[in-house]
């Protein structure tokens, strides 16, 4: 009998805790902290990175940028916005490969944000910060996470998350700022 106890009282251990993240901030705090701590490793694991050779393309073809260079694909992808985004940070930042890799961190929480948004409101905060405390540390991608070119990677996956909120909406400015994501 004892163990029946000890199940019921786990269980509202249990309840008091999903309750507890369930309230207003609470997640979203937990979140935050869990970003920030995100960033350190990240930072950390990643601190002796360089460009990779899908950067090193996107580095030679930015300086002389034009609409033909902009409208090329690369491994059958458009890169458009991320050539644009390289010439403007070669131009501020030059080589110097931590500003790209703080840019990925950032597109990275931007994306973590959304996807807890959006999942928050279909399943709940405790349910959703799982799947996005995961994805902070490394996912099944850590080389997208740990270099700078991994922006372009999430910066995809954010943009079709915005878009399914700004869908969301159901009104005209929602639906264009979907077809704009």
Same mark, same amino acid.
């Not at 490793?41 to 950390?44: F, G, S």
């Not at 159901?170 to 264009?176: E, K, L, Q, V």
């Given at each position: 009998m004892p163990e029946q106890g000890n199940d019921a009282s786990a269980a509202g251990v249990v309840? =008091?805790?999903i309750d507890l993240i369930e309230r207003p901030r609470v997640a979203e705090g937990l979140l935050l902290v869990a970003m920030l701590l995100s960033g350190i490793?990240?930072?950390?694991f990643g601190r002796d990175t360089t460009f990779s050779g899908d950067e090193m393309v996107l580095i030679v073809a930015s300086p002389g940028?034009?609409?033909h260079t902009a409208l090329q694909t690369h491994g059958g992808h458009l890169l458009l916005f991320p050539r644009a985004v390289y010439k403007v940070m070669l131009e501020l930042f030059g080589l110097a490969y931590l500003p790209y890799r703080v840019l990925t961190l950032v597109t990275l929480w931007v994306t973590v944000g959304l996807l807890f948004v959006w999942m928050a409101r279909r399943v709940? =905060?405790?349910v959703a910060l799982a799947p996005c405390l995961v994805l902070l540390v490394f996912g099944s991608d850590h080389l997208h996470v740990l270099r700078g070119n991994g922006f372009i990677i999430l910066l995809s996956i954010a943009c079709g998350i915005a878009a399914l909120l700004a869908l969301e909406r159901?009104?005209? =400015?929602?639906?264009?700022?979907a077809a704009a994501l």
């Open positions: 309840d =008091r805790t490793l990240v930072l950390w940028i034009d609409l709940g =905060r405790t159901g009104d005209r =400015r929602g639906d264009i700022a």
